[in-house]
Structure formats: structure tokens, C-alpha cells
């Protein structure tokens, strides 16, 4: 008989509604799991078992009563950068204390009404500006495929928690890659959506137009219900996107596309890097795969290209420098987010508007150029996952970015564009490391990729590859 977190999202919230297991058991089979591996992969930073076995047991009599939301007792996590109201919030940080404004974020306002409960608060890295997630207060989240390894940032500590089956699936957010890029080095499935699709209130101001939320799963079928618990705005969202054409995210994911136009390429657009080899083995074997689908691959030459790196640069500067910290706070949090935020503060208002005028015309560029494709497919890293402390360097904030830059080239163009991006697990090394892949989507047309996602699972399956810790 399969354990209880053997069951995917969807598999547990069927198996709560029949009554075949209880929120209670799930809860507590979770807990007990991170009880004993969360020290070693660093996936939370807060365990709210109190509260966690509290809304179980509330669930478990609501189930009697039936009429439920679609993932009613099911756990998930949050992460530290989002805020919930009677748990602190810690940002990655130490240079402040924990935050509790009493406040839910839309999010996790949307994830409980979905019927979802929280464990706890994930790891992240200082304020989320890192792709990798090494805080102060925390250990470092790793995959669990090779525990020397970053689980990579910033939602490094929910990918690892999903990977490592401490939960079904968790709530990601992505600036720049950062559900995609934990996603595929911990070998899961992680959608950035369409910029408007998930709503950042209620503090969320949306000036650059960045970050947004999204889910981090097992499968694709996952991370669509998950996606479909988040979506939708709130009152005073500046954009948002229209609704999908068929009933839910997950519903599309059993319309099997036929034969699409895919476009890809596989040369980094924010950096001067090196592709490594397993990295574009396992574009070309996606690649491959789709033409074996009946799909049309061709090549595409990207209209984003390195000259956008100061615009983009400025306006991650801008946003840092928007942290709502003093200069005395600031001088106690890490060398990167001190440099970040000069580099920010220094900049004029006319210069940060100018920078964020440059990547939307850029976007509008992209977006046209590839009008004709269904998808386009690249390498979600340019490398494979990074050793612990490979990428971080404390002593030369300009050389850690750069670092950066160089392992995830592909990633940030398209929270330029607001286009929504999946990373796929398609690949793994000879050593065993997973190796992701990412498909781009039309702007508010994250049903194409889960359509795709489903249809390249179905065709090479993914879901039951595990670590050894599993």
C-alpha cells in the first residue's frame, strides 16, 4: 500500500472527500515527516502544528457534512514572504524581526477557501532577491536529489518541501525564475502565471509588474488545481487576466493539443553564459519529444537580447530599494541586498521609469515576434543545480549577481513580458540531478502550457521518480 504523501494533490483531496483518509492523517503524516527531514533539506522556517492539526480537525467534521471546496483538507505551506495573519513573517531576514501585520495575503486568503491547510511558513532566501536560499534564518534549503545542492531561490524552501514529500504541492512566488528555477532543480512541475493572474494585495503595488504567485507540484494536473485556487483578482489590482477559455485550469488539462507550433532557442538573453551540455540535452530531447507528438519545432531567434540587462538590472535595483527598511535596518541585512538597494537609491525616479519603459517595449517586441508560436520552448538554467554557497559571495555582491545571471539566463525575460512560463521535469543527469525545462506561453494563456505539460507527462511520466530520502 502507497504512503500517504505517495498520493499526488488531487489523489489526496479525492481520498478526503470518500472519507478513505482523514485531514487529520495527513496532517499529521506530513508533520511527522518534517519532524524528521526538514533539518536536513531546510524547507521551512515556521511549523504551525498547533494551528495545522486545529483547522484538520475542523475540516475532518466539515467533510461530514459534504458540499466542500475542491481541495478541502489538504496541506500546503506558505511562503515567508507572504503574509498570514497569527504567523510570523520572517522575509529571509534577520535584520528585522518577525512580522505578524494580522493580515492575509489574497493568496493565502484564496488557498484557504480552497480548502487547503498550512503547515507552516517555507524558506526563502533575504527578502526573496537571491536564486538561491541560504538565509540567515534558516539552514539552507537543498534538493533532495543531492543534498550538497541548492534547492535553488527564492522559493528554494517550497520546492524542497514538495520534492522531499513533506508536502503535495506549495505556493511559490517568481520575480525573476524563482518558481522555476527550484522547480527544476528539485525535479517538479512550477508555472509562473500570466502577470494579473494571481492577485498580489493586499501590499503588493505592482509598479514593476515582477512578481507574481503560482504553484510548485508533482504534476502538472497539480499545479493547475493549485493555479486554479489562486487565480483571480482583488479589488484595486492595476491589471489582471481574463478567464481561461474552458471551466477551470485543471479542465484543460484533458484537452490534449494536437498539433502546435513551437518555437525555441536555446541562447541566454540576460548573460554572457555557457549552456551546459546536460542543460541542452535536455532541450533537445524535449524538443524531440514535442516533434514526436506531431508538434511543428522550430527555431526562433529571441528579439530580448543582453542590451536589456542594465534596464532589467535598474529596475530589480528599484525594487529592492522600495524595501520597506531604513538605512539602519539595511545596514544589518546581507552584503547583496545592501548593494541591491544602493544601486537602487542611487538611480532617479526619471531613470527607474525610463529602465521599466525599456523592458515593456522590449516585451511588446517579443510578444509579436512570437505571435505565431503556440509555445516557445527553452533550457530553464543554464546550468545544473548549484552546489551550497556556489553562487553566493558575501565579500563580492557584483560577482554573486553576476553569478546569477549566469545560471538562470533564461528565466527573467518573461516577468519583463508578463508572459506565463512552466518549468517541466523531463530530464535527468547521469549523476541523477534534475534537469527542467521551460515552455512560454502567450500572454493569459497558461492553458496551453498545462494542456502541454500534460500531454509530455502522459508521454514520458515523471510522477513517481523520486529522491532516495522519498
Excluded at 413 to 420: F, K, L, T, V, W
Aim: hydrophobic content about 45%; some cysteine; glycine content about 8%.
Amino acid at each position: 500500500m502507497a504512503d500517504l504523501h505517495d498520493l499526488t494533490l488531487l489523489a489526496q483531496a479525492v481520498a478526503v472527500r470518500s472519507g478513505d483518509i482523514s485531514p487529520v492523517e495527513l496532517v499529521e503524516h506530513y508533520l511527522a515527516r518534517i519532524d524528521r527531514l526538514d533539518e536536513t533539506v531546510g524547507a521551512f522556517v515556521t511549523v504551525t502544528a498547533d494551528r495545522a492539526l486545529a483547522a484538520a480537525k475542523a475540516a475532518e467534521l466539515e467533510t461530514v457534512a459534504g458540499d466542500n471546496p475542491p481541495l478541502h483538507g489538504v496541506p500546503i505551506a506558505v511562503k515567508d514572504l507572504n503574509l498570514t495573519a497569527g504567523v510570523p513573517t520572517r522575509f529571509g531576514t534577520a535584520s528585522i524581526p518577525p512580522v505578524d501585520l494580522g493580515v492575509d495575503d489574497a493568496v493565502v486568503v484564496k488557498l484557504a477557501a480552497a480548502g487547503l491547510i498550512s503547515l507552516g511558513k517555507t524558506n526563502t532566501p533575504e527578502f526573496g532577491l537571491p536564486c538561491y536560499t541560504e538565509p540567515e534564518v534558516a539552514p539552507p534549503a537543498r534538493t533532495p536529489w543531492d543534498l550538497t545542492r541548492s534547492a535553488g531561490g527564492s522559493s528554494g524552501g517550497a520546492a524542497a518541501a514538495v520534492a522531499s514529500g513533506l508536502l503535495p504541492a506549495a505556493q511559490g512566488s517568481d520575480g525573476g525564475g524563482s518558481i522555476r528555477i527550484p522547480s527544476s532543480v528539485c525535479g517538479l512541475v512550477g508555472l509562473k502565471p500570466s502577470r494579473g493572474r494571481v492577485s498580489n494585495a493586499p501590499f503588493g503595488m505592482e509598479i514593476s509588474g515582477l512578481p507574481t504567485n503560482g504553484p510548485i507540484a508533482r504534476t502538472t494536473r497539480d499545479a493547475a488545481a493549485l493555479l486554479d485556487a489562486m487565480a483571480g483578482p482583488a479589488p484595486g489590482d492595476w491589471t489582471w487576466a481574463p478567464s481561461p477559455p474552458y471551466p477551470s485550469f485543471l479542465a484543460a488539462c484533458d484537452d490534449e493539443p494536437q498539433r502546435l507550433r513551437i518555437g525555441r532557442y536555446a541562447t541566454p538573453v540576460i548573460a554572457d553564459a555557457a549552456v551546459d551540455p546536460v542543460c541542452l540535452a535536455a532541450w533537445e530531447a524535449a524538443s524531440a519529444l514535442l516533434a514526436d507528438l506531431g508538434h511543428e519545432v522550430v527555431d526562433h531567434t529571441p528579439t530580448f537580447t543582453e542590451a536589456l540587462v542594465p534596464a532589467f538590472e535598474a529596475v530589480w535595483a528599484g525594487e529592492a530599494a522600495r524595501l520597506p527598511i531604513t538605512d539602519e535596518i539595511a545596514a544589518r541585512a546581507r552584503p547583496l541586498t545592501q548593494w541591491l538597494r544602493d544601486r537602487g537609491t542611487a538611480q532617479s525616479g526619471i531613470e527607474f521609469g525610463n529602465a521599466l519603459g525599456t523592458l515593456r517595449l522590449a516585451a511588446r517586441a517579443e510578444i509579436e515576434a512570437t505571435a505565431g508560436f503556440d509555445a516557445v520552448l527553452t533550457p530553464t538554467l543554464a546550468q545544473p543545480p548549484a552546489p551550497v554557497g556556489g553562487l553566493r559571495n558575501d565579500a563580492d555582491p557584483t560577482a554573486d549577481f553576476e553569478a546569477q545571471k549566469r545560471f538562470t539566463p533564461f528565466t527573467s525575460p518573461y516577468n519583463m513580458s508578463g508572459q506565463p512560463a512552466i518549468s517541466l521535469p523531463l530530464h535527468w543527469s547521469e549523476q541523477g540531478l534534475p534537469i527542467g525545462v521551460q515552455l512560454i506561453g502567450r500572454p493569459h494563456d497558461e492553458a496551453t502550457l498545462l494542456r502541454i505539460g500534460a500531454q509530455l507527462e502522459a508521454a514520458q511520466p515523471w510522477r513517481d521518480r523520486h529522491p532516495d530520502l522519498w
